[in-house]
């Protein structure tokens, strides 16, 4: 995740322990906890986020709790509102999962999903992403998709964006089409899409996700 005040940016890095916590407690709002005690503790008063997949759910949850302190809020890749999916989606796909994730295929199938999600990534990506998955113990995994598929992001964005003085905006890839794509839900959430990449978009298309920043985090003043 990275934030950007008035005088440097600096990227925080949600501890593994904060997933395994948000198995049992309410995922995100508890994670977005963690991104005031680091902003209190900077003594950061108003800023820019930026959150990709889990990540933006967190910032999200942080900008709802708190729209006076986020200038504007960018969301790289959100996996969208899983609370939105049709009941025979939920029942045949996310049930199965998370059901696995708790028995010793879990690997197997998170390895699935992620390869789902590599669609249109370079082979460095892939082998960049499946390392890391590799090195990721089971809780963590599983805190995140849980939290992932009970959080209410188009309730989120919905209050954030309610508040006076704020601003959101989307950097996708081109496979982000599902009908629960956050800007599928709410058409008004300006979009842009980076071709070629998959939902690592920041890796496999580093240069063009940073000019996209620059241009969207040069538009406000924080």
């Not at 005088?7 to 948000?22: G, K, Q």
């Not at 113990?137 to 992001?153: H, K, Y």
């Not at 954030?160 to 089409?177: D, E, F, K």
């Amino acid at each position: 995740m990275r934030i950007r005040s008035h005088d440097f940016d600096f990227y925080y890095s949600i501890r593994c322990a904060t997933f395994a916590f948000a198995n049992r407690n309410g995922a995100s709002a508890s994670c977005a906890a963690d991104v005031f005690a680091v902003l209190d503790g900077l003594g950061l008063d108003r800023v820019a986020i930026v959150g990709h997949s889990f990540g933006a759910c967190i910032a999200l949850a942080t900008a709802a709790t708190a729209p006076h302190r986020i200038a504007q809020l960018i969301l790289a890749d959100a996996p969208g509102d899983f609370t939105k999916v049709p009941a025979e989606v939920h029942d045949e796909r996310i049930v199965p999962y998370q059901r696995a994730l708790e028995t010793e295929d879990w690997r197997a199938a998170v390895e699935t999903s992620f390869n789902e999600a590599l669609t249109g990534s370079t082979a460095q990506t892939r082998d960049r992403v499946l390392a890391w998955l590799a090195a990721t113990p089971q809780d963590c995994l599983s805190g995140m998709s849980r939290g992932m598929f009970a959080f209410e992001a188009v309730d989120n964005l919905d209050r954030y964006l309610a508040a006076p003085g704020t601003r959101a905006h989307a950097i996708i890839a081109p496979s982000n089409t599902f009908p629960f794509s956050l800007h599928i839900l709410r058409p008004t959430l300006t979009t842009t899409t980076l071709p070629d990449t998959g939902h690592w978009l920041m890796l496999d298309a580093p240069e063009a996700f940073a000019r996209e920043l620059d241009i969207c985090l040069g538009k406000e003043s924080i």
